[in-house]
């Protein structure tokens, strides 16, 4: 199968959070299943340096003309390949857009130019696939900032010679970042008006790629089963659960994997010292001997350790950690922070560090090294989210014998099993997770987790069964493939129709289908479907 993957960051050339990582390692693990794939993304310039085992880039000789509203925007496309792999990797270099200080924003505030930006880029994904000659069979693109490419997909793409069958799946990493953008962005996307309204691309008014995306694609996927279920409710589909329960045929949950030849304990050229499930006592106990010393904490190997390596956003239960402070303080226990985010959040850890230097170590900003040290040296992982659509951290952790402490949402309850007298007797717990958004509950858990930890065989039953599970991509990478397998059939299906036979005697024939929802080449809905003239 031929497919191209669009996305707004991957490493090792760029990353804000886990979308970098699984932009990378999903292709990775479809070109080891023997799939020809490529990767679109935009290059920024900022991380040029400092990154190790980075690939080197070509420039290629193609110069990009794309329309962005009034303008012609052009800009060179670079090539490099994945490490490891046959994936050819297509950067969109495009310096007013892309080479910038942050990603997406700066000081915690959204570039005015996002719409413009990222609908320059979905077009250029056409381009790049026109021009390289990459004949998709399936283009999947994700999160907001490529929600343009399935509308593109169905509205231009399939108009062109070759590329009339081409299918589209779409990836939510994300519900709570939408792409909403005034209603007169609309006018930079160069499609027509009749786009425009509450089925498609239209919410509440604005502009919105995420919806986009998802009204648009022959297949929708997040990124984790219980995350599928839960955005089709009001509590957690941030105002598009209405759409998401149109498409719930279509919607897959596919859990993230790990690329384990990055994360692996026993091969981390961070760590101080490597270690595989047979001598994870000592391999765990210098590393967290090492991430005491560096980070100034007291080197006890007793007191248990407690990490956490994220984003420092409410998403990620920072305000959990925060109404819980004094009570976590009062116990023998350390604790250590890596990351960044909300000022309010980054100045209160870095006030409990100032005042209790033995017991806490905040570190803020972006640490790569760190994060694998974390991991490798900690005991427990703090995850304790409001929302989480999969969660890297606690698969890492996971891996590296580190015990999770989760909330039980999105991907975390998919991943972690709580250590209840049941799944301890079943022999299956591997963590500690619950269920509400309080911190009593969170507090419970915690004291919970800190006794445990000194009971020295349960808790290596713990650490085994984490380590135990594979969290490669392989199954992951499989499940993507019968989606894409899927949306291919929809297309092709859908491509019959619009040759002339009817929708019903088509999906009669069509066996594995479960739902017919499915629209014309062109991107418009079937006649059962189509919208009122009103919204057309
Ligand atoms: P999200 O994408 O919501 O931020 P994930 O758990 O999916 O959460 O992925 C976060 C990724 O970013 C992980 O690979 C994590 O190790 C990394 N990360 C987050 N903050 C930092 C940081 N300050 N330093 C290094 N790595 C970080
Ligand atoms: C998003 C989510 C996170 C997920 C990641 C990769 O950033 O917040 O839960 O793991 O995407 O899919």
Not at 296 to 318: A, E, N
């Amino acid at each position: 199968m031929r497919i191209v993957i669009a996305s707004s960051e991957a490493v090792p050339f760029s990353k804000t959070g886990g979308l970098a990582d699984v932009a990378a390692a999903l292709p990775k693990a479809l070109d080891q299943s023997g799939h020809d794939v490529s990767l679109i993304i935009p290059h920024y310039p900022q991380f040029d340096s400092g990154r190790p085992n980075r690939p080197t880039t070509e420039t290629t000789s193609f110069c990009l003309r794309v329309a962005v509203g009034n303008k012609i925007v052009n800009a060179r496309v670079l090539r490099a390949k994945l490490s490891r792999c046959r994936v050819t990797v297509y950067l969109v270099d495009q310096s007013s857009y892309f080479d910038r200080q942050g990603v997406y924003g700066e000081d915690n505030l959204d570039y005015q130019d996002n719409c413009e930006r990222f609908v320059f880029f979905s077009r250029a994904v056409l381009e790049i696939i026109q021009h390289f000659n990459l004949k998709p069979d399936v283009v999947h693109s994700n999160d907001w900032q490529t929600g343009l490419v399935p509308v593109l997909v169905a509205v231009e793409m399939r108009r062109r010679p070759g590329l009339d069958q081409t299918a589209s799946v779409f990836t939510i990493h994300n519900m709570a970042f939408q792409g909403r953008f005034w209603h007169w962005d609309m006018h930079l996307t160069g499609l027509d008006w009749k786009y425009f309204n509450w089925r498609q691309m239209e919410s509440f008014g604005y502009l919105n790629l995420l919806k986009s995306g998802i009204a648009f694609a022959d297949m929708v996927t997040t990124v984790s089963p219980t995350y599928a279920r839960e955005i089709q409710t009001p509590e957690y589909g941030c105002g598009l659960h209405g759409v998401l329960s149109s498409r719930t045929c279509d919607l897959r949950g596919i859990l993230n994997g790990v690329d384990t030849e990055i994360w692996n304990p026993s091969t981390d050229p961070y760590i101080a010292k490597p270690y595989t499930i047979d001598t994870v006592e000592l391999g765990k106990a210098a590393c967290k001997a090492a991430l005491q010393k560096q980070l100034g904490l007291p080197v006890r190997p007793d007191v248990p350790l407690f990490g956490s390596v994220s984003r420092m956003t409410g998403q990620k239960g920072y305000s959990l950690i925060a109404q819980s402070a004094n009570v976590l303080l009062d116990q023998d226990a350390q604790f250590i922070f890596l990351g960044s985010g909300e000022s309010h959040y980054e100045d209160l850890l870095t006030d409990l560090a100032a005042s209790h230097p033995q017991q806490v170590s905040t570190t803020i900003g972006y640490n790569e090294k760190l994060s694998h040290q974390v991991e490798a040296g900690c005991d427990v992982f703090l995850m304790p989210s409001e929302f989480e659509p999969c969660g890297l951290n606690q698969m890492y952790s996971l891996i590296y014998g580190t015990v999770p402490l989760v909330r039980s949402v999105g991907g975390l309850a998919d991943s972690v099993v709580n250590a209840d007298d049941q799944s301890i007797a079943r022999g299956v717990a591997n963590g500690f997770s619950f269920p509400e958004f309080r911190s009593d509950v969170f507090l419970e858990q915690f004291c919970r987790a800190r006794s445990m930890y000194a009971d020295k065989p349960t808790w290596r039953k713990l650490q085994q069964n984490g380590m135990l599970r594979d969290w490669s991509w392989k199954k992951s990478a499989a499940e993507y493939i019968q989606v894409y397998e899927k949306a291919i059939s929809k297309r092709q299906l859908a491509a019959e129709c619009s040759r002339g036979k009817s929708p019903v005697e088509l999906t009669n024939r069509d066996t594995n289908s479960d739902c017919h929802s499915t629209s014309f080449a062109d991107g418009s809905l079937p006649w059962k479907t189509r919208l009122s003239p009103r919204n057309a």
